[in-house]
């Protein structure tokens, strides 16, 4: 088959892309990336070996805009949409796959036009809207949090089964702010350190660059010996060794930890569009795998209880939400779907 992967602007979508478009080439399928100028894709892909062509077509995100900017947006995408179906034709594609984000609008459409089928995976538990808009005319939809013939499991890494065990105690505690960082994290971090410390718990802390030197400087001055990170691509091996995550719930983090059966605190990012990180976490505390609290001053209180309580039963439940191979079975499914009548 030949497979067409688009979407992306942030990392969430992008990796989502990378293990689909890995599983695929891994079962003998020729792949071909469709992106955007604007966002992350060109730093993902631009360069990569993994697509046998990889296009970015000047778009940007048409929600947060207004009149003229709207328009604008629209006319980009509606460019976008003319050279995507040319690329669509050209590479006789089979399949198109839409991971999300605005950088998939233009060949998503492409392919409900040219009558290409088209896959979808949503990522989070609310749907984007344009998932949402284009659903109904998709062939197959994937998704982590329904249930029946629409359920996948996650394509995490298989690093992060890897390093998979039941946590019984907690040892070392792991602060994961995102590439970005997140000042809220890293401040309840520090504030709860010189506790940590008392109970001889080792401290991990993903800051983000930005926030690097800042927090390096805080532990130093509490004369706490944390191990700190601006960014890292050593997240998985920092995981393995942890015991309990403080961290945002967006979904790649969400589900990397499932795999590796780490027990989760998330404080959802406030701003995320739809508040679709409140409702990822959700999803973990309706099965009693994780915690999940609203950035607030007394957040410090819930998280020490949290540490004090028993996480066993937790980390073990969360080896029931995920299996290994995700990307392998959409990819699956995906063939299924195309097979001749």
């Given amino acids: ?60 995100g048409v929600v947060n805009k207004k009149g003229f900017g709207k328009v604008g947006a629209l006319w980009k995408i509606f460019k976008a949409l ?23 609008a233009p060949a998503a459409l492409a392919a409900i036009i040219t009558k290409t089928p088209l896959y979808i995976h949503e990522q989070n538990a609310i749907m984007g809207k344009l998932n949402t808009l284009l659903r109904p005319y ?42 970005q960082g997140a000042k809220f994290i890293n401040d309840l971090a520090l504030e709860i350190a010189p506790w940590l410390q008392e ?52 979904a790649s983090t969400l589900w990397e930890l499932c795999a590796a059966r780490v027990p989760a605190f998330f404080i959802p990012y406030p701003s995320a569009a739809a508040d679709h990180q409140f409702h990822n976490a959700q ?14 001053e007394g957040i410090a209180i819930k998280l020490k209880e949290a540490i004090g309580s028993d996480i066993a039963p937790k980390s ?6 995920i299996q290994s191979n995700g990307a392998s079975h959409i990819i699956e499914k995906i063939e299924e779907g195309n097979l001749p009548f």
Avoid at 24 to 48: L, N, P
Avoid at 216 to 233: M, Q
Avoid at 283 to 296: A, F, K, T, V
Wanted: glycine residues 10%.
């Fill in 138 to 179: 998709a062939k197959g939809f994937f998704s982590s949090y329904e249930e029946g013939k629409s359920r996948c499991d996650y394509p995490v890494s298989e690093r992060y089964f890897q390093g998979a065990r039941d946590r019984d105690t907690i040892k070392t505690v792991i602060f994961l702010g995102g590439s």
């Fill in 199 to 250: 109970k001889s718990i080792t401290i991990l802390h993903q800051c983000g660059a930005k926030e690097e030197e800042r927090v390096k400087a805080a532990y130093a001055t509490l004369g706490i010996d944390a191990e700190v990170y601006g960014f890292t691509t050593k997240i998985a091996e920092l995981i393995e060794r942890s015991d309990l995550a403080i961290s945002r719930s967006g």
């Fill in 82 to 104: 003319i050279a995507s179906r040319r690329v669509i034709h050209a590479f006789k594609a089979d399949a198109v796959v839409s991971v999300g984000g605005f950088s998939a």
């Fill in 316 to 321: 073990h439940r969360l080896a029931e939400l």
């Fill in 283 to 296: 999803y973990i505390l309706q099965h009693d795998c994780g915690w999940c609290e609203r950035q607030n």
């Fill in 1 to 60: 088959m030949n497979i067409i992967f688009t979407g992306g602007g942030t990392g969430g979508h992008l990796v989502i892309a990378l293990s689909l478009a890995e599983a695929a080439r891994e079962r003998g399928h020729h792949v071909m990336f469709i992106g955007s100028t604007s966002g992350q894709d060109r730093q993902w892909f631009s360069e990569s070996t993994l697509f046998e062509q990889a296009h970015f077509l000047e778009t940007t």
